[in-house]
């Protein structure tokens, strides 16, 4: 049997071996810069609370904005509740990328980032416009930029809300809380916080937090109002106080190794994703948070406490005392600056 060479092949399609090259060439070209079906994207989002609560919506709102102006070519998978890592891992997860993004809160950070800790001063705050003032101006792009130290990129902040005290005992004024132990996330300026009331503070991952208010290992805790109605802690205190005394909120982040990977296309769409679900958050938490107040009216299973003026007024004067404490770490100027941006 004839052998097959290259030559024979030629020779049969009757095609001079110069000819072939000829039309061979624009083929090749045309291989060459015809751009390549676009890389699919894919981006773990790790966060620890539940699908019901404003970073839990937001996160589903970003999946599906992303997905959409992406038309599949960047995959966003939730991991809520802790399912993936914890704030703390997904941390280092995102320093050693293989972690795409997250939203911790900001007491997560201020190991590295001590300015962070501002967001944890107690009573810092007069109401959610001062606070979206600070956020969206020039104190805010700073911290976003500040993170970049620890090789991550800022993206943007997520509200959850204001966060509210709960117990076994009414706590109208600071002296109630004496003597008893609350969960804090790690931050100085949280243990401080309780000190400065005469409580004990201890720090506890947020998934352990409903078993140990149940076994009554801790007395109390603080959270928004969303957090204390999805993960039930209503059911096992028996009272809540309406102090609005901190504020609870996330900074999204990215690692700069895959950051850096993206195109200029890629960014855009994360970027303006990020935005809309960031503006489509602030309203949500707002609205999730009085319905979780009202679901909690509904159970009967706690007494809810409305401060007065004027035990309101006892909060305010205890706790912010400790704001000169911090002038070092946090910075002084920054204090006073975010105090003055509500005037």
Do not use: C
């Not at 504020?247 to 855009?268: A, I, P, S």
């Amino acid at each position: 049997m004839r052998r097959l060479t290259r030559k024979t092949i030629i020779r049969q399609l009757g095609l001079q071996p110069r000819r072939l090259f000829t039309l061979l060439v624009p083929l090749f070209l045309l291989a060459a810069i015809t751009p390549a079906p676009a890389a699919q994207v894919t981006i773990k989002f790790s966060h620890v609370v539940a699908t019901d609560t404003p970073k839990g919506q937001a996160a589903l709102y970003f999946k599906r904005l992303v997905e959409q102006k992406s038309k599949g070519t960047i995959r966003v998978e939730v991991y809520p509740n802790a399912s993936l890592y914890s704030d703390h891992e997904a941390i280092e997860a995102l320093s050693l990328n293989v972690l795409q993004m997250a939203a911790p809160a900001f007491a997560k950070f201020t190991r590295f980032v001590p300015e962070l800790q501002l967001f944890d001063l107690p009573f810092l705050f007069e109401n959610t416009r001062h606070l979206h003032r600070v956020l969206d101006g020039n104190v805010g792009r700073a911290l976003l930029r500040s993170v970049s130290k620890r090789g991550l990129v800022g993206l943007g902040f997520w509200d959850n809300g204001f966060k509210q005290l709960t117990a076994n005992r009414p706590l109208v004024y600071p002296a109630d809380a004496a003597g008893l132990k609350f969960r804090i996330m790690n931050s100085m300026v949280l243990a401080r916080q309780f000190r400065a009331l005469g409580a004990q503070p201890e720090v506890l991952p947020f998934a352990e937090v409903y078993g140990a208010l149940q076994h009554k290992t801790i007395d109390g805790q603080e959270n928004t109002l969303s957090n204390i109605y999805s993960k039930k802690f209503f059911e096992v205190q028996k009272d809540l106080s309406l102090t609005n005394h901190g504020y609870l909120g996330y900074l999204v982040v990215t690692n700069q190794l895959f950051w850096n990977q993206l195109t200029d296309r890629q960014k855009e769409i994360i970027t303006s994703s990020l935005q809309e679900a960031t503006a489509y958050i602030r309203g949500r938490a707002a609205e999730l948070n009085r319905q979780s107040l009202k679901a909690i009216r509904f159970s009967g299973k706690t007494r809810i406490h409305d401060l007065t003026p004027e035990q309101r007024h006892a909060w305010q004067t205890r706790l912010r005392k400790i704001y000169p404490e911090f002038y070092d770490t946090i910075g002084r100027r920054l204090i006073e600056d975010t105090v003055a941006a509500e005037q």
